[in-house]
């Protein structure tokens, strides 16, 4: 019953910056861990950032100073800010909702970020 969807894709060069949006059919924010992901091709998927309910944040090793993670419980919205883009950034990058309530987890369908080399 829960429905995210990510926007904000697009082309960039690099060094470039992007803003990420994801926004939610609810309010679940202030239950449930929300997280960027991407997958690059030939990759797994993995986790860029997450911000839980207290407001603290995880970031991966590759990502650390350049993106930035934040969420709005009041608007349903979670945005990821990323500056200083690289190539190896490109990916499909995934809003992810894990709810601490019950086991389950929320996926949107994801929205291409490409750098250009």
């Known amino acids: 019953q829960v429905q995210l969807k990510e926007s904000g894709g697009g082309l960039v060069q690099p060094g470039g910056s992007l803003r990420l949006s994801c926004a939610a059919s609810?309010?679940?924010?202030?239950?449930?861990?929300m997280g960027w992901y991407r997958q690059g091709p030939g990759k797994q998927r993995e986790l860029v950032a997450s911000?839980?309910?207290?407001?603290?944040?995880n970031y991966a090793d590759d990502v650390t100073g350049r993106f930035s993670i934040s969420r709005d419980n009041a608007k349903n919205t979670l945005d990821l800010q990323m500056t200083s883009l690289k190539p190896e950034d490109t990916a499909v990058y995934y809003c992810?909702?894990?709810?601490?309530?019950?086991?389950?987890?929320?996926w949107g369908t994801g929205t291409l970020v490409t750098v250009s080399s």
């Open positions: 609810t309010n679940i924010f202030s239950i449930a861990i």
């Open positions: 911000i839980g309910p207290g407001g603290s944040t």
């Open positions: 992810n909702a894990r709810r601490l309530d019950r086991a389950v987890i929320y």
